[in-house]
């Protein structure tokens, strides 16, 4: 009786195909609405003239990785709270190959591939995956409150901004006009609410509880004892990743620069709130590439890019943009890895020479 009382039960086959479902059909439906704003735009992307400015693009992948970087630079000071010392190299290797992971479905690989690279000088897995995770859940929560606040400060300067995307929105859902409101209204509260609820998952008390639920089933592994979160190191972190979306904002207008498109953009908007608006739309775009479960945000930041932008620059143009942008950043991001990782192993080489 006592064996048949431990046989396990029937599995649930369906606690694996309902999330696989639901993350297909997003992805589909991001597609879709992608392929279909393309198709609308066709017309007006034959007569794009696609004569880029070489120094706008490399410009434009400079800002990114400068804003990556600040990113890189609080994961580093969180290891060096738990005790370990890695050096700027590894940690700047580790990041921007690890940021390639993001492309690999399921995001898990980016934890995966900065824990590894970046273990030893004290660093363990667990506690660099945990400090990686940490970094990337802080620049999700300040993007989104970055976004949130401009947006509302973009929409007072410029009355009827939001209102525009949320009208084209609900015309392409079939929607009469009198849902706009509503839906500017739920993209506003949409962007709050995921600063909130990521801005609670960075604070130190969350984050030293997760951490050590994360190590307890690893507890005999060296290098992964506890690892305090301190207040400083997250107020400065949250300083520098603030700045860090300044620079990716930064990085649009390059690549609006890079098309001849930004002189137009500050002449309607003034120079501030143009780079207020950029950034803003840079940041709603990545945290929703973040949010929805698409590799890399592929398709779901160029949706939302290309829909925020559409009022400010026309549809055709705002495809175009989103386009030269993705290209822009993961040939930066390719660079970065490539050239950290050089300089790495050179420093290693040293090391072991001198020794």
């Not at 690549?255 to 002449?267: K, N, R, Y």
Request: charged share 10%; net charge positive.
């Amino acid at each position: 009786m006592s064996s048949l009382a431990a046989t396990p039960g029937p599995s649930k086959p369906w606690r694996w195909w309902v999330p696989a479902a639901l993350r297909w059909g997003i992805t589909l439906a991001v597609v879709a609405g992608v392929s279909r704003r393309i198709w609308l735009e066709r017309e007006k992307l034959v007569a794009e003239d696609l004569r880029l400015v070489p120094s706008w693009l490399v410009a434009s992948g400079a800002c990114y990785l400068l804003g990556l970087a600040t990113c890189a630079g609080f994961w580093w000071l969180a290891m060096r709270d738990s005790g370990a010392r890695p050096s700027w190299t590894s940690t700047l290797a580790a990041y921007f190959a690890g940021h390639l992971g993001k492309y690999v479905p399921g995001k898990v690989a980016v934890l995966v591939i900065r824990a590894t690279m970046v273990r030893g000088a004290g660093v363990g897995i667990i506690m660099a995956a945990h400090t990686s995770a940490h970094e990337t859940v802080l620049m999700m929560a300040m993007g989104a409150l970055i976004a949130t606040t401009f947006l509302l400060a973009v929409d007072r300067f410029q009355h009827g901004y939001l209102l525009a995307v949320a009208s084209d929105l609900v015309a392409q859902c079939g929607l009469s006009e009198s849902w706009a409101r509503h839906a500017s209204a739920v993209l506003l509260t949409v962007s709050g609410a995921l600063s909130v609820g990521l801005g609670l998952l960075a604070l130190p008390p969350v984050v030293s509880r997760f951490g050590r639920l994360a190590r307890r089933p690893f507890s005999n592994l060296a290098g992964d004892g506890a690892s305090p979160c301190r207040w400083r190191t997250v107020a400065a972190g949250a300083t520098m990743i603030a700045v860090g979306w300044f620079l990716m904002g930064l990085s649009l207008a390059g690549a609006l620069a890079a098309m001849h498109s930004f002189p137009d953009v500050i002449g309607r908007w003034g120079l501030l709130p143009a780079l207020g608006l950029l950034t803003a739309l840079v940041a709603l775009a990545t945290v929703g590439g973040f949010v929805i479960p698409t590799p890399g945000g592929l398709g779901s930041r160029e949706w939302i890019l290309i829909e925020t932008l559409d009022p400010v620059i026309g549809g055709g143009h705002a495809v175009v943009v989103a386009v030269v942008l993705r290209l822009v950043w993961i040939v930066a991001e390719l660079a970065a890895a490539g050239l950290f990782w050089l300089v790495e192993f050179r420093c290693k080489q040293l090391q072991g020479q001198s020794n």
